[in-house]
C-alpha cells in the first residue's frame, strides 16, 4: 500500500479514493456545502470524518431529508405542550373551548330567563308601581339584557378567533 501525504492539495479524486466512495459523492458533499471544496487533503479528510461523526451521533439528517435534530426539537416542543395542558387541565385552569361555549350559553339563557320573569314579579311585588316606571324598568333590563348576548357572543368570537390563530402553523424564523 503506498504512503499517502496528507499535507498536499485535497481533489476530489483523492479523497475518494482514500475514503471508499466515489468521486461524484465527494463533489456532491462539496457542493452541498458540507464539506470544505478546498484544503490539504489532510483538512478534507478530517472535514469528511467530522461530518460522518456528527451524522452517526443524530446531529446532521440523513440523504432522505430527514433531520434528526428538528424531528427531535419537534417531539419535544410537543411533548412539553401536551403536558402544560395536562398540568393547566389538573389546576382547572384550561377546558375544551366547545365545553366552556356551552357552559356560557347556559348561563346566558338562565340569565335571559330570569330577566323575562321580571314584569310578572314586578306586577305582584308592586302593583302600584306606575306604567312609565315599570316601562323604564324592562327597558333597562332589556337593554342590560341585549348587551350581555351581544358581549357573550362578541367574547366567545374573538376567543376562538385567537386561539385559532395561535393554533395556524408559523413560518420559521
Not at 327597558?139 to 385567537?162: F, H, K, M, P
Amino acid at each position: 500500500m503506498p504512503l499517502i501525504d496528507l499535507s498536499m492539495q485535497g481533489t476530489q479524486t483523492a479523497l475518494a479514493e482514500l475514503v471508499g466512495v466515489t468521486q461524484p459523492t465527494i463533489s456532491n458533499l462539496m457542493t452541498e456545502g458540507k464539506i470544505p471544496s478546498d484544503g490539504t487533503l489532510g483538512e478534507l479528510l478530517l472535514a469528511y470524518c467530522a461530518r460522518l461523526r456528527d451524522q452517526a451521533a443524530g446531529r446532521l439528517g440523513d440523504t432522505m431529508g430527514l433531520d434528526l435534530v428538528q424531528e427531535r426539537a419537534a417531539l419535544a416542543r410537543e411533548q412539553r405542550e401536551g403536558q402544560a395542558i395536562k398540568n393547566a387541565v389538573a389546576r382547572r385552569e384550561y377546558a375544551p373551548i366547545g365545553l366552556l361555549s356551552d357552559v356560557l350559553g347556559m348561563a346566558s339563557s338562565a340569565v335571559v330567563d330570569r330577566f323575562d320573569q321580571l314584569e310578572g314579579a314586578m306586577r305582584k311585588a308592586c302593583p302600584d308601581l306606575p306604567d312609565e316606571a315599570k316601562d323604564v324598568i324592562q327597558r333597562v333590563i332589556a337593554s342590560a339584557r341585549n348587551e350581555w348576548i351581544r358581549a357573550t357572543s362578541t367574547l366567545v368570537a374573538d376567543s376562538v378567533d385567537a386561539m385559532t390563530d395561535e393554533d395556524a402553523p408559523h413560518e420559521p424564523v
